[in-house]
């Protein structure tokens, strides 16, 4: 063998020329083929991976499949979960099937932000965080109230793209995907639908400038969050592809909207008022694009959310529900915690009854449910670890009231 075979080894894995069938030749660079069947196996697989991760959302949850998973955590709300499970899979169509935008006919699909409307507690934030569960795309949750326009004490809107990077990961591509749930977007709007003549900038301002991030834009994120300054680097994240879910009480659009639907006639002989009643929980399903621009949404944000879906106030049925039947309700929650100690636990119906009761007269929705349960949960909790022989522990209407005690059901003792 000589010297110069001798010399000649692979630039990856140092085998020889000898060791090996052939070896491509490069300037000063030397692979061989073993090298290069190990690097094709691994461009392929990943080939493989991305384009299944591309089809998985088109191939497997249709519509239909999407609702009955989200019926399976939210209560009521049909109309909303239907819109979201439509919109949700056109969106995620729509970019799991570049060869479709780039067809003949030029009919480039565009993307369809989401505003959800309804009262507190009637479950937005839960839509949007079942979905993000269901598609496995990452999701943040940020809050409308703490940003401002750019240069001023707060968040610039561009951190809402941080939280969503950090959730992927630092993962691009996977945040480039992904769902952001925008809370409290009604307490950026302006104080009337007329343009404002001062500069409003944790209002007016903050809709300016989520108008590119919604619509679709190159945008330069500080990778770990906070104020941008011009020593720090930047990642690029274009929104193109990211879902916004934008989620607000709007508290006072009933008015709006009661307004609209009620009509009125008067004259000499004539005097009738047909009023629509701003109290019907199913009045934010009503809601027009003229209603937000009157609550103080200015037109440019409304066009970069053509879907708009108004929540139902939950009724003391549906909140019931929601205590018992729901994969992750209360009621199961502290069952399990319950079986952990070796203990059944049961609800009398008056005792749920009195916990809805409760809740309806805070006015929160569904999120006073849980502080109504756990401070009348804390005691027993607290005694129920050092008790003895208890196989079961039942929860009365007095309990909940009073804090009574709860019945407990002592094990029998073995022959």
Known sequence: MSDQ????????CGRSSHEVSSMVAGPNVYICDQCITDASGIVQSDLTEEKTKQQDFKNNLKPVEIKA??????????????????AVYNHYKRISSPEFLKDDDDAE????NIVLLGPTGSGKTLLARTLAGIIDVPFCIADATALTEAGYVGEDVESILSSLLQ??????????????YIDEVDKVARKSDNPSITRDVSGEGVQQALLKILEGTSANVPPKGGRKHPEQSFITINTKNILFICGGAFEGLNEIISRRLSSSSMGFTVDYQDKFDKDDPKIF????????????LIPELIGRLPIISGLEELSDEAM?????????????QYKKLFRMEGVELEFEEEALKEVVRLAMNRKTGARGLRSIMERSMLEIMF???????IERCIITKDTIVSFAPPIYKKRKASA
């Open 69 to 86: 998973y989200l019926d399976e955590y939210v209560i009521e709300q049909e109309d909303a979960k239907k819109t979201l499970s439509v």
């Open 383 to 389: 005694t129920l670890p050092t008790m003895k022989n």
């Open 320 to 332: 019931i529900d929601i205590l018992i039947k729901p994969k992750n309700a209360i009621i199961k």
């Open 285 to 296: 399903t009503y809601v027009e694009p003229e209603d937000l621009q009157k609550y103080g």
């Open 5 to 12: 075979e001798n010399k000649i080894r692979c630039s990856f």
């Open 167 to 180: 959730a992927a990961d630092y993962d691009l591509e996977r945040a480039e995907r992904g769902i952001v």
């Open 109 to 112: 699909i565009e993307k369809s």
